[in-house]
C-alpha cells in the first residue's frame, strides 16, 4: 500500500511542485489546489473527509487556514522559502535591471534577511522586512510594502503571498519568492522519510517466551501455568497483549515491542521474573525476539529463552533478526506497577463508565503519579503504554468524553512541524479509596 501525501498549494503554483515530485516514487499524492484563501478550508477539509492521507505538505498560509482541521497525529510539513529562494529573487530583480536596494520584503524571517543582505554585501538599513504573521491579511501586507515605498523610495517588493502580489503589481513592481523546487524536494523527502519511519516503528511486533524451569509433575505444571497466565493477565504492561498457553512448560505473549521495552526497562531487567518466584515458587526463563514476522518473533522469543533456561538464577534474553542479543535480565522492582492493586469497586465502576478495563485505568493512574501533574501529548502517551499512536489517540478521546483528561495548550515539539496538544491525565481524582 503506498504512501498517500496531501498537497495543498495555489493552482498557478502547482506545476512548481509537480516537477519537485518528481524524484519520488512509491507515493500517491492528493492535490489540493486552490485560487484564493478563503477556499483553503473548506477544499482541505474536503480532501480529508475523502482521503486516507499519511502525511500534508504545505505554506505557512494554508496551515494557518486549517490547522485545527488536521488530525493531531498526522506528520505535517511547512514549506518556507530558504535563504537560497531570497538569494534567487535578489539575482532576478539584478537581471531585470533593478538596484538591489531600496526594497521592502514579507514573510522571510528578519535573520535570514540579515544573512542574506550580508552575502551579498547590501545596506540592512536599505532593506524593510515584515516577517510572517497567520493573522496578517493581505491588505495589511500590501499596505506594509506601500508605506516602504513613501519612506524609502523601495524600488520593487519580494513578497511569498501570490494575492499580495496581485494587488500590488498596480502600485510597484514585485516579485514573488516562491519557494524553489530543491527546497520543495528537500521538504517532502523529509515528510516521506518521517511517514516511513513512523510505519516501521508502529508495525513493530515483539514475541515473549515464559517457561517454568525444573518442575517435572504434569499436575504441578498446570497448576503453576494457569498461576502464570494470571501474572501475566495482570501485569499492567501486558495488558493489551496477546497471551496463551505455550505448552506443558510456558506461556507466549505477543504484542507491540514497546510494551516489552516498558516491561523490561528497555530490556534490562523484568521484575515479573521476581514475582512468579514471590508467588508461585517457581523459577522462570523468558526470552523476547524482534523480527519482521510473527513467525520469526516466536522462534527468536524460544531460542532466547532456551538460552535463559540455562543461566542458574530467572532470567531472561532477548535476541533481534538483525543479530543483537541482549542479556541476562534479572527480576527488579517495576515502576510502573499498579496504582491499585486490588482494583477495587471504585475504580472497576469507573472503568466501566470510560469504556476502558480496569488493568488500563490502573495504568493510566500509575502513569499519571510518574507524571507528577506534567500535561503529556497523545504520542507520548501511547509510548509509556507501549500502544501504536492511533490508539493513543483513541484513548485520549475515550478519555475526554468521561472527564479523565483535560485539554492544556499545544506545544512546539519541532521547528519544522506543527504544534502538538498536550493534556493532563485527571484519574486519581476520579478514584476513591486510592492505594499505593
Same mark, same amino acid.
Given at each position: 500500500?503506498?504512501?498517500?501525501?496531501?498537497?495543498?498549494?495555489h493552482?498557478?503554483?502547482?506545476?512548481?511542485?509537480?516537477?519537485a !515530485?518528481?524524484t519520488?516514487?512509491?507515493?500517491?499524492?492528493?492535490?489540493?489546489?486552490?485560487?484564493h484563501?478563503?477556499e483553503?478550508?473548506p477544499?482541505?477539509?474536503?480532501?480529508?473527509?475523502?482521503?486516507?492521507?499519511?502525511?500534508l505538505?504545505?505554506g505557512?498560509?494554508?496551515?494557518?487556514?486549517? #490547522?485545527?482541521?488536521?488530525?493531531?497525529?498526522?506528520?505535517? =510539513?511547512?514549506v518556507?522559502? =530558504?535563504?537560497?529562494? &531570497?538569494?534567487?529573487?535578489?539575482f532576478?530583480?539584478?537581471?531585470?535591471?533593478?538596484?538591489?536596494?531600496?526594497v521592502?520584503?514579507?514573510?522571510?524571517d528578519?535573520?535570514?534577511?540579515?544573512?542574506i543582505?550580508? =552575502?551579498?554585501?547590501?545596506d540592512?538599513?536599505?532593506?524593510t522586512?515584515?516577517p510572517y504573521d497567520?493573522?496578517?491579511?493581505?491588505a495589511?501586507?500590501?499596505?506594509?510594502h506601500?508605506?516602504a515605498?513613501?519612506?524609502?523610495?523601495?524600488?520593487?517588493?519580494i513578497?511569498?503571498?501570490?494575492a499580495?502580489?496581485?494587488e500590488l503589481?498596480?502600485?510597484?513592481?514585485?516579485? *514573488?519568492?516562491?519557494?524553489?523546487?530543491?527546497?520543495?524536494?528537500? *521538504?517532502?523527502h523529509?515528510l516521506?522519510?518521517?511517514?516511513? $519511519?513512523?510505519?516501521?516503528?508502529?508495525?513493530?511486533?515483539?514475541?515473549?517466551?515464559?517457561?517454568v524451569?525444573?518442575?517435572?509433575a504434569?499436575a504441578?505444571?498446570d #497448576? !503453576?501455568?494457569? +498461576?502464570?497466565? *494470571?501474572?501475566?493477565? *495482570?501485569?499492567?504492561e501486558?495488558?493489551? /497483549?496477546?497471551?496463551?498457553?505455550?505448552?506443558? #512448560?510456558g506461556?507466549?505473549v505477543?504484542?507491540h515491542?514497546?510494551?516489552f521495552?516498558?516491561?523490561?526497562?528497555?530490556?534490562?531487567?523484568l521484575? %515479573?521474573l521476581?514475582?512468579?518466584q514471590? %508467588?508461585?515458587?517457581?523459577?522462570?526463563?523468558a526470552?523476547?525476539?524482534?523480527g519482521?514476522?510473527?513467525r520469526?518473533?516466536?522462534?527468536l522469543?524460544?531460542?532466547?529463552?532456551a538460552?535463559?533456561?540455562?543461566?542458574?538464577?530467572p @532470567? /531472561?534474553?532477548?535476541?533481534?533478526?538483525?543479530?543483537v542479543?541482549?542479556?541476562?535480565? $534479572?527480576?527488579?522492582?517495576?515502576?510502573?506497577?499498579? !496504582?491499585?492493586r486490588g482494583?477495587?469497586?471504585?475504580?472497576?465502576?469507573?472503568?466501566?463508565?470510560?469504556?476502558?478495563?480496569a488493568?488500563?485505568l490502573?495504568?493510566?493512574?500509575?502513569?499519571?503519579? !510518574?507524571?507528577?501533574?506534567r500535561?503529556? $501529548?497523545?504520542?507520548d502517551?501511547?509510548?509509556?503504554?507501549?500502544? %501504536?499512536?492511533?490508539?493513543?489517540?483513541?484513548l485520549?478521546r475515550?478519555?475526554?468524553?468521561? +472527564? &479523565?483528561?483535560?485539554?492544556e495548550g @499545544?506545544?512546539?515539539?519541532?521547528?519544522?512541524?506543527r504544534?502538538?496538544?498536550?493534556?493532563r491525565?485527571?484519574? $486519581?481524582?476520579?478514584?476513591?479509596g486510592?492505594?499505593?
Open positions: 500500500m503506498p504512501i498517500v501525501i496531501g498537497l495543498v498549494v493552482a498557478s503554483h502547482q506545476s512548481l511542485f509537480e516537477e !515530485t518528481r519520488l516514487s512509491g507515493v500517491r499524492l492528493a492535490w489540493v489546489a486552490y485560487r484563501e478563503d483553503i478550508r477544499r482541505v477539509e474536503e480532501m480529508l473527509g475523502r482521503e486516507h492521507v499519511h502525511g505538505l504545505l505557512p498560509v494554508p496551515y494557518a487556514k486549517s #490547522r485545527d482541521l488536521l488530525p493531531a497525529d498526522l506528520p505535517v =510539513a511547512v518556507r522559502s =530558504a535563504d537560497l529562494d &531570497l538569494s534567487i529573487a535578489f532576478r530583480a539584478a537581471a531585470r535591471g533593478w538596484r538591489p536596494t531600496p521592502s520584503i514579507d514573510t522571510f528578519p535573520e535570514a534577511v540579515d544573512e543582505t550580508r =552575502a551579498l554585501d547590501l540592512r538599513r536599505q532593506v522586512c515584515l497567520p493573522e496578517q491579511s493581505v495589511q501586507i500590501v499596505e506594509f506601500r508605506q515605498r513613501e519612506r524609502t523610495g523601495a524600488d520593487y517588493a513578497s511569498l503571498r501570490t499580495v502580489t496581485a503589481r498596480a502600485a510597484m513592481p514585485v516579485l *514573488n519568492a516562491l519557494p524553489g523546487t530543491a527546497t520543495i524536494r528537500a *521538504n517532502l523529509e516521506a522519510l518521517r511517514i516511513q $519511519s513512523r510505519q516501521a516503528t508502529a508495525s513493530r511486533f515483539a514475541a515473549g517466551v515464559f517457561l524451569v525444573n518442575q517435572e504434569q504441578d505444571l #497448576r !503453576t501455568r494457569i +498461576g502464570l497466565m *494470571n501474572l501475566l493477565v *495482570n501485569t499492567p501486558f495488558s493489551d /497483549a496477546w497471551i496463551e498457553n505455550r505448552d506443558r #512448560r506461556v507466549v505477543f504484542a515491542k514497546a510494551l521495552e516498558q516491561a523490561t526497562h528497555s530490556w534490562v531487567s521484575p %515479573t521476581a514475582q512468579a514471590e %508467588t508461585l515458587g517457581v523459577r522462570l526463563a526470552g523476547f525476539g524482534v519482521a514476522s510473527a520469526t518473533c516466536v522462534q522469543a524460544e531460542w532466547a529463552a538460552r535463559a533456561e540455562q543461566e542458574d538464577t @532470567s /531472561a534474553y532477548l535476541v533481534e533478526d538483525s543479530g542479543i541482549i542479556g541476562p535480565m $534479572s527480576g527488579s522492582a517495576s515502576p510502573l506497577a499498579y !496504582t491499585y482494583h477495587g469497586d471504585d475504580l472497576e465502576d469507573l472503568a466501566r463508565r470510560a469504556g476502558l478495563s488493568a488500563t490502573s495504568r493510566l493512574a500509575a502513569l499519571e503519579r !510518574t507524571l507528577a501533574g500535561a503529556i $501529548s497523545p504520542s502517551l501511547a509510548s509509556s503504554l507501549g500502544i %501504536t499512536d492511533p490508539s493513543g489517540r483513541r485520549i475515550k478519555l475526554g468524553e468521561s +472527564g &479523565l483528561v483535560t485539554e @499545544s506545544a512546539q515539539m519541532h521547528r519544522k512541524g504544534p502538538t496538544r498536550l493534556y491525565l485527571a484519574i $486519581s481524582p476520579a478514584v476513591t486510592e492505594t499505593s
